[in-house]
């Protein structure tokens, strides 16, 4: 028979003071007794029994204390008098933010030598019971006094909301050390937030994909980082590539890590790889890319019209070529540690082009595709294609954000 929630608790309150009352062996067979009754776990009925007819001592208006006794399950805690009042937070607060809003364990040691040197210099006047209790002041103290300002000033995550974590689970993670590619297809994906700066409102992103054998980087900017277009220029960038695309790894932002983009690998035989949290050097070969290609040819303005989309776009449609066959790159080999100095040996540099060429399991329909593409290509037209480009590009922020700063001496705002 299952015994309702206040038949339980009848029991319990039944019980409750003869249990208080009775020797060891009397309170075991109470205990037996509820457990039997109620179905309660020993080390619950135990407390639950406890828990009724305890003294507690509640402080009245007047400050005096008198013995009660409490026939409820909630035990009443004792009020304790405010000790910082509101002239020592408001001081503190001061402090705080003279200090950089450093935490309490940083801040406790240091209000000793620094009030002192604020009250010198007129910054703080302070009464002696305020500095008594200013300066006595722990850090866990700090902390919580000050968490309602502290909250007001911390950033908002700026990633957005996390992938779900079933689906975390079912995506492996890959390592830098890990990620040995001996054939094209193997490619590491990213986006480049063009906020400007400023991460509020809407932006454009750049979708950047590395091959980790030859290094060929395709980019294509999409209107911000809803999964939709990261998806269909994942897609399209796919049907540009010179070789199959065998596997995709990424970071963990839910622009990548979701269910479309999961069941299209798992429906197009794609391994799908993911790094671990904070650690970009699992996904080396794209993030220097995001430099190397992207910050390079459109720097780190603000960009978010439909015109400067199309403008990017059009740049990019240069930049493939231009770095893809006449770009060389080098390839690290080996990485020794001689004392304090680490050695790095590279391969002689290479264009992606020219890696592609020399594998020798490259398809003959790939590579006679790219060998067309190659033979129509100029590289100094392309160079001025993507420099006009680049200027349009700047007009449109000039003229939708009125005129840029002047580089100041050992600075340029060119994006060659």
Not at 42 to 55: D, E, G, I, K, P
Not at 72 to 101: C, H, M, N
Not at 116 to 122: A, D, G, S
Not at 249 to 260: A, K, T
Request: glycine share 6%.
């Amino acid at each position: 028979m299952v015994l309702t929630m206040s038949e339980k608790q009848a029991i319990t309150r039944e019980l409750a003071d003869r249990y208080r009352r009775a020797g060891r062996k009397a309170k075991g067979a109470i205990l037996d007794q509820v457990v039997d009754l109620t179905g309660y776990n020993r080390c619950y009925a135990t407390q639950v029994l406890l828990s009724h007819s305890r003294r507690v001592l509640p402080v009245t208006d007047a400050g005096s204390k008198s013995l009660v006794l409490s026939g409820s399950a909630v035990i009443a805690k004792r009020a304790r008098p405010r000790v910082y009042d509101e002239k020592v937070f408001s001081t503190l607060k001061q402090v705080w933010r003279i200090a950089g809003g450093i935490c309490g364990k940083r801040l406790a040691p240091f209000l000793a030598e620094l009030v002192p040197i604020l009250e010198r210099h007129e910054e703080v006047v302070l009464d002696e019971e305020t500095r008594t209790k200013l300066l006595a002041i722990s850090a866990a103290s700090i902390d919580r006094v000050l968490a309602e300002e502290k909250a007001a000033y911390r950033l908002k995550e700026r990633g957005g909301p996390r992938p779900s974590s079933s689906l975390l689970h079912r995506i492996p993670i890959q390592t830098h050390s890990e990620a040995a590619a001996d054939r094209p297809g193997f490619v590491e994906i990213d986006l480049v937030g063009h906020d400007g700066g400023a991460s509020a409102g809407e932006y454009v992103q750049t979708l950047d994909v590395t091959d980790r054998y030859s290094g060929w980087t395709e980019t294509q900017a999409v209107r911000n980082k809803a999964q939709e277009w990261v998806f269909a220029a994942l897609k399209d960038i796919r049907r540009r590539l010179p070789f199959p695309l065998l596997g995709i790894h990424s970071d963990g932002g839910r622009e990548f890590i979701n269910q479309p983009l999961f069941d299209y690998c798992q429906l197009e035989g794609i391994q799908f790889t993911r790094s671990r949290s904070y650690n970009k050097n699992d996904n080396c070969h794209v993030e220097q890319k995001n430099f190397a290609v992207v910050r390079q040819a459109v720097g780190y303005f603000r960009y978010e019209t439909e015109r400067q989309l199309v403008l990017l776009n059009r740049l990019y449609a240069v930049l493939r070529p231009y770095t893809n066959y006449f770009q060389p790159m080098f390839k690290l080999l080996e990485k020794t540690r001689v004392g304090s100095s680490i050695r790095k040996r590279y391969d002689t540099a290479k264009t992606p082009y020219q890696r592609l060429c020399a594998w020798d399991g490259w398809t003959k329909e790939c590579r006679a595709r790219a060998q067309a593409s190659y033979q129509q290509l100029n590289p100094a037209a392309l160079r001025r294609q993507a420099i006009r480009l680049e200027g349009q590009l700047l007009k449109a922020v000039e003229g939708e954000a009125g005129p840029l700063p002047k580089p100041v001496a050992g600075q340029s705002i060119s994006f060659v």
